[in-house]
């Protein structure tokens, strides 16, 4: 199942991603049945390839996981520190831009970015490998609120736990976003950018780009 997603090189287009037919077999294997109960020989059913021969390009199951998880918080790191440096020094703006490309990457690759559920089963040297980069998004947001407070744009008692409601309430998206429901990414991406200004005590919302794609 292919996915819309976003060039990393624009923050705000609406390009498609390609995997390769092992991970997207693997991609829709774990949504539909989760880690566990996913198993190697249903993925390669899907792909048309023997057991040992996904194993030559994934050594395990995990390892399926792993590249799948890397290659959706990866891009999403790389797309923030773009959105993040188009906004410049106004820190409304970085936020704004910031919470606009976290939604559209929740919505507009919904199936990839609800494995964020299932990186509790991998094992520790890869837990560690995706925790850093995740805590890159995490460090980014909360830079900007703590930038904010700094100029009186915000007005936020603990930016540490409004950064984490904020990053908590886009990331349970997937749960319930449907591609054939009443709202496009690119409404649910200015919708959310409003609710997380509201969150820092901002009192103005600026201008958002039309989304490209």
């Not at 790191?77 to 936020?95: E, I, K, T």
């Not at 507009?108 to 995706?130: C, K, T």
């Not at 749960?175 to 409003?194: D, I, L």
Request: glycine content about 8%; charged content about 25%.
């Amino acid at each position: 199942m292919a996915e819309d997603a976003d060039d990393p090189g624009d923050w705000c287009s609406l390009e498609r991603l390609e995997l390769t037919p092992i991970l997207s077999a693997s991609l829709d294997a774990f949504y539909e049945s989760g880690f566990h109960g996913a198993s190697v020989r249903e993925i390669a059913r899907r792909v048309g390839v023997t057991v040992p021969s996904l194993y030559y390009h994934h050594q395990s199951k995990e390892g399926l996981l792993i590249a799948l998880l890397e290659r959706s918080i990866g891009d999403l790191h790389s797309r923030s520190l773009a959105a993040n440096a188009a906004g410049d020094d106004d820190p409304v703006q970085r936020l704004a831009n910031v919470i606009f490309t976290i939604v559209l990457q929740m919505t507009n690759r919904a199936l990839l970015a609800a494995l964020e559920g299932e990186a509790r089963y991998l094992g520790p040297e890869n837990w560690e490998r995706y925790r850093a980069v995740r805590k890159g998004v995490e460090g980014l947001v909360l830079d900007i609120v703590n930038d904010g407070n700094g100029t009186g744009e915000f007005d936020v008692d603990d930016p540490a736990e409004t950064t984490r409601a904020i990053l908590g309430m886009c990331q349970v998206i997937p749960r319930w976003y449907h591609a054939e429901g009443m709202h496009s990414p690119e409404v649910v991406a200015r919708k959310y950018v409003v609710i997380a200004l509201r969150m820092v005590g901002a009192t103005r919302v600026p201008d958002m780009p039309e989304v490209s794609g």
